[in-house]
């Protein structure tokens, strides 16, 4: 029987692919080096595996631009800083939901206090849905940005992206996407919905390390350099230079890092074929891997709302299994704390589980939950098992019934 049961895949998923482990250790020992900076083969060898990875999550996210334009940085919030920072000024306005992670309401939260941008932020419904429309009837013609969280990191609610897109084009806003929780979850369609920036994060459903993330910005969009310094062209220049990807890249970026995700889009494609896709299109074949990812996921996150709905002490929030949706779900045990929850099924039961606000806060508010200080996250991932899964309906069930037996019930 294994040690732990991993349910924290919303926060980082484990394991990753074997050949994502490999490739990182044996690139980092051949070629660890710093690339584009030094003319020697092995600099140049370093180079062109990042350029491969451009290229191929361009394709991933169906980006048809110029793969220059997929940057790299330490995660998702670095991205999401230097989008923002680089677009708004003064007197701008912005849009984001209530559904967006701190990576999205802190930095609209300063940006508001500190820097005169005035920000709306558009509810969601019960279940964790916004209305396109919504959005529609905030823009302003000084909406400058519009942010918005494609699939919640405490529910699992998914947004109508294309349908926002579609709307955010018809105005001068620039349409940001957190695809945090849905990259390498299900198919994405830069392109097709309208997604002026895309901003990743490379060790989550990407299945890449820690440490590595970044932004797509589509060809018709400038972001104002925020970070300048070293980028190993054009050094006589005194300042940065304003083309892409080192607009975007200052410092030498994580060779382990994108050698990881760089290992880890050939595990897609590889995991597309398996699907007997007869396309040998790098994007159709990762296309039909995450496809085949979401209902595998969807099939753990079935199994485990039917079981935690049949027990009458467990709450369930958010969407059910037929919604639109990721795995990630959330549930209370009778009145315990969810800290306490989850402590037992860590130590009792080597369930691994997230509790808390999940860095959502206002998901919280919505769902009535911030009072008792949050919730059970469960996120289980494609490397969940029958045997996880047995594992986390015993455990809630049993904690059900102390909790019937403490009086927290
Ligand atoms: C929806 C969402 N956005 C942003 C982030 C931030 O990602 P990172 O910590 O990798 O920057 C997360 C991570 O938890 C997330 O779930």
Redesign the pocket.
């Known amino acids: 029987m294994k040690e732990n049961f991993y349910f924290d895949n ?3 998923t484990l394991p990753k692919p074997e050949n994502v482990y490999k490739f990182m250790d044996e690139f980092f020992r051949t070629h660890g080096v710093n690339p584009g900076r030094s003319g020697h083969q092995l600099a140049v060898e370093a180079e062109s595996m990042i350029v491969e990875t451009r290229r191929l999550l361009a394709e991933f996210f169906g980006y048809a631009g110029n793969p220059n334009r997929v940057t790299f940085s ?7 800083n230097t989008a923002l920072l680089g677009l708004l000024e003064p007197g701008d306005h912005m849009i984001i939901t209530r559904m ?5 309401l802190r930095p609209a939260n300063h940006m508001e206090r500190d820097n005169g941008v005035f920000v709306t932020r558009i509810p969601a419904d019960s279940l964790g849905y916004v209305n396109p429309d919504d959005i529609r009837k905030s823009l302003q013609s000084n909406t400058r940005v519009v942010v918005v ?5 405490v529910i699992g609610s998914l947004q109508d992206i294309r349908a926002i897109g579609e709307i955010v084009r018809e105005s001068n806003a620039i349409f940001i996407v ?1 695809t ?2 849905t990259a390498g979850v299900l198919p994405i369609e830069m392109d097709m919905w309208c997604i002026d920036i895309l ?1 990743y ?4 459903g990407l299945f890449g390390p ?1 440490g590595v ?1 970044g932004m797509i910005v589509a060809d018709h969009v400038e972001i104002k350099q925020i970070k300048t310094g070293g980028t190993g062209v054009n050094s006589v220049s005194p300042f940065h230079p304003d083309e892409y990807p080192y607009r975007l890249e200052a410092g030498t970026v994580s060779i382990p890092g994108i050698a990881g995700l760089n290992a880890a889009q050939k595990w897609f494609a590889e995991t597309g074929r398996a699907q007997n896709t007869s396309s040998d299109s790098h994007r159709e074949l990762c296309h039909a891997a995450v496809k085949h990812i979401h209902e595998t996921e969807l099939i753990a996150t079935t199994r485990l709302i039917d079981s935690f709905k049949s027990i009458p002490e467990v709450i369930c929030y958010g969407p059910s299994h037929n919604d639109p949706r990721v795995s990630t779900l959330s549930i209370n045990i009778g009145n315990l704390p969810a800290e306490q929850a989850a402590a037992m099924l860590d130590a009792d039961y080597g369930i691994c589980v997230r509790p808390g606000l ?3 806060p206002i998901v919280h508010k919505d769902q009535g939950t911030l009072e008792r200080n949050g919730t059970v996250r469960f996120a289980p991932g494609y490397f969940t098992d029958d045997e996880d899964i047995t594992q986390a309906i015993t455990g809630v069930a049993s904690i059900a019934e102390f909790s019937v037996s403490s009086g927290s019930d």
């Not at 994060?201 to 989550?204: C, E, Q, R, S, W």
């Open positions: 919303a926060a980082t330490i995660n998702a919030t670095d991205s999401m967006e992670h701190n990576a999205v969280n494609h699939g919640s990191n957190d945090c929780q901003v994060t490379g060790h989550k820690m993330g999940h860095c959502a």
